[in-house]
């Protein structure tokens, strides 16, 4: 293959190669820029094979490294995609957003398509981003981190598993991980969590309704036993209790035979089941919600607001923690930071 002459740009250098500094950064921009152009000029069309390793490197004159090094860069923007021993082909036009986001999320309801949107609309003048979900699957959570790590500049990821997760996580180099909603620990490196403190959020959030929670005579948590983050909202509650001596019990369902006028409950179910079985309760025992017993929900959806005129609510701000993720990745910066609960007062208390 005869090889077109390497294109010159009149163009000052990006911010990216001005930060980088270094010639080894430039050359390997260079043999992305003369792949992008051969592309534009359709010497190059889509499913066509690029130049040889050996060709490119006589062509631009630099060393098998900082061929590698700019290939894969194409390849994390998705213009290229290599093939097991037959070499890079053309995967589409070039694409001039600096990012190639791959967003992992454990699934899709009310509060993570608030992450998704608020993180989509942040980046999407900067990035692609393609959404895949594990569903609390840990084999398909390694699949996906495993099959794509050659494919993104970054990945924006939430977990919630049982399994090796941060071993499958540490796989990710550090500078493109970013960890959304539950802070694992054992990873490697300096790399950007934005985290729920589920343990801090409880205590805190009741302290602030202490004035409401005065009338009942003892706090009920209801914990489900498959509740990825029970053991830390449930060290919060019986601190918060102990703390305020105030009586209480922890359940894991909604029974009937266990429940009490002038209980007050807590509830984190992931389909809010509890909170019907509570309202259904007080509505056969003939109790007022908000007088009789108490009801305090996580996590804050239109439904609460108006069901049952109002429940009360801990929610954590997701559009926030997506547009944090977001600012992240455009600043290039590691962040660590906790998105902390707010208290949503309504009628349920």
């Known amino acids: 293959m005869s090889l077109?002459?390497?294109?010159?740009?009149?163009?000052?250098?990006?911010?990216?190669?001005?930060?980088?500094?270094?010639?080894?950064?430039?050359?390997?921009?260079?043999?992305?820029?003369?792949?992008?152009?051969?592309?534009?000029?359709?010497?190059?069309?889509?499913?066509?094979?690029l130049p040889s390793l050996n060709q490119?490197?006589?062509?631009?004159?630099?060393?098998k490294e900082t061929t590698l090094k700019g290939l894969n860069y194409l390849s994390e923007k998705g213009i290229i995609e290599a093939e097991y021993?037959?070499?890079?082909?053309?995967?589409?036009?070039?694409?001039?957003?600096?990012?190639?986001?791959?967003?992992?999320l454990d699934k899709m309801n009310v509060l993570r398509d608030r992450v998704y949107q608020s993180f989509l609309d942040a980046v999407k003048e900067h990035a692609d981003v393609d959404v895949y979900f594990h569903n609390h699957n840990f084999k398909v959570f390694e699949k996906l981190v495993d099959e794509n790590l050659g494919s993104y500049t970054h990945f924006v990821v939430t977990t919630f598993?049982?399994?090796?997760?941060?071993?499958?996580?540490?796989?990710i180099p550090a500078q493109?991980?970013?960890?959304?909603?539950?802070?694992?620990?054992?990873?490697?490196?300096?790399y950007t969590c934005i985290y729920q403190d589920y343990q801090t959020d409880i205590f805190?959030?009741?302290?602030?309704?202490?004035?409401?929670?005065?009338k009942y005579s003892r706090l009920v948590l209801i914990s489900p036993l498959e509740a990825f983050h029970?053991?830390?909202?449930?060290?919060?509650?019986?601190?918060?209790?102990?703390?305020?001596?105030?009586?209480?019990?922890?359940?894991?369902?909604?029974?009937?035979?266990?429940?009490?006028?002038g209980d007050a409950y807590v509830t984190f179910s992931r389909y809010d089941q509890d909170d019907v079985a509570v309202i259904k309760l007080a509505r056969k025992q003939g109790w007022k919600l908000g007088?009789?017993?108490?009801?305090?929900?996580y996590n804050d959806t239109a439904v609460k607001e108006v069901l049952e005129d109002g429940i009360t609510v801990i929610s954590t701000d997701f559009n926030k923690m997506g547009e944090e993720a977001a600012k992240a990745i455009l600043a290039r910066e590691v962040v660590t930071m906790r998105d902390p609960a707010k208290v949503i007062l309504r009628n349920s208390l």
Do not use: W
């Open 4 to 49: 077109p002459p390497i294109p010159v740009h009149d163009s000052k250098p990006t911010e990216t190669d001005a930060r980088a500094g270094s010639a080894h950064r430039m050359k390997y921009l260079q043999l992305a820029e003369y792949i992008n152009a051969l592309i534009e000029s359709n010497e190059l069309r889509i499913n066509d094979r």
């Open 56 to 63: 490119l490197m006589e062509k631009l004159k630099i060393s």
């Open 85 to 104: 021993r037959k070499g890079y082909y053309v995967k589409k036009k070039a694409q001039y957003h600096p990012y190639r986001i791959c967003l992992i």
């Open 161 to 171: 598993l049982h399994g090796h997760t941060a071993e499958v996580l540490n796989r």
């Open 176 to 190: 493109k991980r970013v960890i959304l909603d539950y802070r694992e620990e054992g990873l490697k490196g300096e």
């Open 204 to 214: 805190e959030s009741l302290g602030k309704l202490m004035p409401q929670l005065e």
């Open 230 to 261: 029970a053991g830390e909202v449930i060290k919060g509650f019986e601190h918060f209790c102990k703390t305020e001596q105030k009586k209480y019990k922890i359940y894991h369902t909604v029974n009937e035979s266990l429940c009490k006028k």
């Open 291 to 297: 007088k009789d017993i108490g009801l305090i929900s």
